[in-house]
């Protein structure tokens, strides 16, 4: 997950040994992108911060022949504060990279040439194409995107729901579907979170969102029969915002790349588009783009193979997922992501419930 692309002053990691240039030399191979030369040197070029994840962009030098090698990488660990408490989330990213992705049409995410998760220590590793030069992301957080911006991201994502758009593989040999008690056993952990959460907040969150709140777990099993259709889901994302894009920079002809990776799983598609723009943009951002937006998806997918899928179940489902956001800000508070992106997150979603009529949903 990573919330805040912004850069924050960081103490340098400890950098796994897959980066010492032997084992870089073997990764490299196994991709194919290596033959016969050899990684010399690795150097330190660039790194960050994100809430969750440290971000480093390795320089490599070689000896001997390596035409089509890459001259540079990124590392992706985790973030000490969060290693533990997010575990999963490693495990689950390395597993999208090196079983998912591979399967992924090209060009609609980042290139992994190596990642492992480390079940003793419970640390993880990838080493991804570095898009630096030729990629951007559309803005620096917390702005929202262009409409041109907005419109290949939407767009992009698009792409990726059609490929996995109800494949036999779903719950087989990708991803995991949860049973009605899966289900179950999520409110009740959401619930016990949200009385904590409601305690926390005191008169900041007003009896009428708190009654809100009450109706939506009181009736989470019938709402959850949406997702337990098992039909018209696909592998969704889990963390769309804008800034887990990358875009091409100006002149630069290439595809929007997504990536971040770690909350990924089998659901109901519009989870996203509902996460990217009822919970990230301001009521007049988000009226200005939402109908273009959601129709730009809705021919994508269309052109792309999906059908028996309408455009108003399209609307439907994505006021259906709007709705269930409203638990996203307690889930973040939870893990404790900073109030300054959850209570945003709580405002935002919240506006957009009223504005949808997601209230039609709890009866």
Request: proline share 5%.
């Given at each position: 997950?990573?919330?805040?692309?912004?850069?924050?002053?960081?103490?340098?990691?400890?950098?796994?040994?897959?980066?010492?240039?032997?084992?870089?030399?073997?990764?490299?191979?196994?991709?194919?992108?290596?033959?016969?030369?050899?990684?010399?040197?690795?150097?330190?070029?660039?790194?960050?911060?994100?809430?969750?994840?440290?971000?480093?962009?390795?320089?490599?030098?070689?000896?001997?022949?390596?035409?089509?090698?890459?001259?540079?990488?990124?590392?992706?660990?985790?973030?000490?504060?969060?290693?533990k408490t997010l575990a999963n989330g490693g495990r689950h990213e390395v597993a999208f990279y090196t079983q998912l992705a591979p399967t992924?049409?090209?060009?609609?995410?980042?290139?992994?040439?190596?990642?492992?998760?480390?079940?003793?220590?419970?640390?993880?590793?990838?080493?991804?194409?570095?898009?630096?030069?030729?990629?951007?992301?559309?803005?620096?957080?917390?702005?929202?995107?262009?409409?041109?911006?907005?419109?290949?991201?939407?767009?992009?994502?698009?792409?990726?729901?059609?490929?996995?758009?109800?494949?036999?593989?779903?719950?087989?040999?990708?991803?995991?579907?949860?049973?009605?008690?899966?289900?179950?056993?999520?409110?009740?952990?959401?619930?016990?979170?949200?009385?904590?959460?409601?305690?926390?907040?005191?008169?900041?969150?007003?009896?009428?969102?708190?009654?809100?709140?009450?109706?939506?777990?009181?009736?989470?099993?019938?709402?959850?029969?949406?997702?337990?259709?098992?039909?018209?889901?696909?592998?969704?994302?889990?963390?769309?915002?804008?800034?887990?894009?990358?875009?091409p920079r100006a002149g630069v002809a290439d595809t929007v790349r997504i990536f971040d990776f770690d909350l990924w799983n089998i659901n109901?598609?519009?989870?996203?588009?509902?996460?990217?723009?009822?919970?990230?943009?301001?009521?007049?951002?988000?009226?200005?783009?939402?109908?273009?937006?959601?129709?730009?998806?809705?021919?994508?997918?269309?052109?792309?193979?999906?059908?028996?899928?309408?455009?108003?179940?399209?609307?439907?489902?994505?006021?259906?997922?709007?709705?269930?956001?409203?638990?996203?800000?307690?889930?973040?508070?939870?893990?404790?992501?900073?109030?300054?992106?959850?209570?945003?997150?709580?405002?935002?979603?919240?506006?957009?419930?009223?504005?949808?009529?997601?209230?039609?949903?709890?009866?």
């Amino acid at each position: 997950m990573t919330w805040d692309k912004g850069i924050v002053a960081m103490t340098p990691p400890q950098l796994p040994a897959v980066v010492e240039p032997a084992r870089l030399t073997a990764a490299l191979r196994r991709s194919g992108v290596l033959d016969a030369g050899a990684v010399r040197e690795v150097k330190v070029l660039h790194q960050r911060d994100t809430v969750v994840s440290h971000i480093i962009r390795l320089g490599l030098r070689y000896v001997g022949e390596s035409a089509g090698a890459p001259q540079s990488l990124i590392l992706k660990t985790a973030h000490s504060d969060f290693a533990k408490t997010l575990a999963n989330g490693g495990r689950h990213e390395v597993a999208f990279y090196t079983q998912l992705a591979p399967t992924a049409p090209a060009g609609l995410v980042p290139r992994c040439f190596d990642g492992h998760f480390d079940e003793e220590s419970e640390t993880s590793h990838l080493l991804l194409e570095d898009l630096t030069d030729s990629h951007e992301i559309a803005t620096q957080w917390p702005l929202p995107p262009s409409r041109d911006q907005a419109m290949a991201i939407v767009t992009t994502l698009a792409r990726w729901h059609a490929a996995w758009w109800d494949h036999p593989g779903l719950g087989e040999t990708v991803g995991t579907w949860a049973s009605e008690e899966d289900s179950a056993t999520h409110m009740e952990t959401f619930a016990g979170h949200y009385d904590r959460f409601a305690d926390l907040l005191g008169d900041r969150l007003s009896e009428e969102r708190r009654i809100f709140y009450r109706r939506l777990i009181n009736q989470s099993a019938r709402l959850s029969q949406r997702y337990h259709l098992r039909r018209h889901a696909s592998i969704t994302h889990g963390d769309a915002h804008i800034w887990n894009f990358l875009l091409p920079r100006a002149g630069v002809a290439d595809t929007v790349r997504i990536f971040d990776f770690d909350l990924w799983n089998i659901n109901v598609p519009t989870n996203d588009l509902a996460y990217m723009m009822a919970m990230q943009w301001y009521p007049e951002r988000r009226q200005t783009l939402e109908r273009a937006l959601l129709n730009r998806y809705y021919e994508t997918l269309i052109a792309h193979g999906v059908s028996g899928y309408t455009r108003g179940a399209l609307d439907q489902d994505y006021r259906w997922s709007v709705l269930w956001h409203i638990t996203t800000p307690v889930w973040q508070w939870s893990i404790n992501i900073p109030p300054v992106i959850w209570w945003n997150n709580l405002e935002r979603v919240m506006l957009a419930v009223e504005d949808l009529g997601c209230e039609e949903f709890l009866g």
